[in-house]
């Protein structure tokens, strides 16, 4: 271990690289929980996350790789390894094209988007966190996702940086190729938008983000929904004929309806809360921890599980 932290120490020399030794993960999620890691490293140029990523991948040291954080939950214990940010945010525009680096904030390239009139991510915006993580997750809300848009992607996969089309991403609902390959790293991406009118679009946004702020107001320290919403076609057709029909959008079954009917609102464990108002929103009042959060989860997956015969699965991503 000491000869691999040794081997590490040139990553202090990598300009464009911060080095936060022992940073506490609790500070870069939004839940506000979890404890320290080796390092967070966090890079503000492509070539500086490129050196620090070869650093790590000599070490033999664990390392990780986190956006800004909003849909994470971070062990008491915190990361026995390092952490890699990467934070170099450019966006850039020919015709109906954008380019974005992965570490731009998916609230900014809605708003890039909807000033240059071109449409298709207005409906995403109020998603909280950066870009590569909505790829890596294939974010999305009120009937958009972000792969719908995708061109191509561009990540690090071991020693290369190699482009993947739309449809080698693999793309399904909150799932993608790189959930399945969890070293490869995101670095920036070209999305195919539509012309549309840059006040319409900004209005919609406007309107989406107040319904948004009312739901999950920006103080609240939680990662939104916290399962996936169901699939009706992977549904037990006895659990799907319990379904009301009105709860049934786009296909799918929101987990908040499930998680509802087995009394999940208003549970708590600790400091850790189902909303009163909404089943699939879990938060931390303050002053939580991690262990009462998996508790309180497994408690919820459990109840479903023995009223419904179905495992709910999170959305949220767990470290380590
Ligand atoms: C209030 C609230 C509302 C939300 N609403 C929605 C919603 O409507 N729809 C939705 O889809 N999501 C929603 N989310 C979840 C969250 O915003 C998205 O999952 C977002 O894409 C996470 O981005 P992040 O940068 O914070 O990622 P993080 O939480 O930092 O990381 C998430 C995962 O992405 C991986 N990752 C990060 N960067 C890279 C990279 N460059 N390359 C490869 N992997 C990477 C990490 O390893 C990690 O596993 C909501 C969250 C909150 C707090």
New binding site residues.
Partial sequence: MTAALAALAPLETIPGLAVRPGALLRDY??FRLGGPCHALLTASTEAAYRAAHELLLASGLPW?????????IVSDAGYPGLVLQ?AAAGLTTHGTHVQVE??AD?NALVDFANAHGLAGLEA?A?????V??????????YGQ?IAERIHWVR?VKGAQVVTYSRAECEFRY?ESI??RH?P????SAELTLSPGDPTALAARSAEIRAT?DAK?PPT?Q????IFKNLLLRDLPPETAAQVPANVIREGKIPAGWFLEQVGAKGLAIGNIRVAAYHANLVYNIGGGVTADLVALLNELKQRVHARFGLVIEE???F?P
């Fill in positions: 999620t939004r990780t790789t986190i956006g800004g954080g909003t849909n994470l990467y992965a570490g998916l995403m109020g998603i909280p966190g950066w590569g993580a909505a790829i890596y997750g294939n974010a999305g809300a996702s990540f909150r790189f959930k969890k490869w790293q995101i670095l948004r999950f609240m939680c990662a939104g929904s959305e949220v991503q470290l």
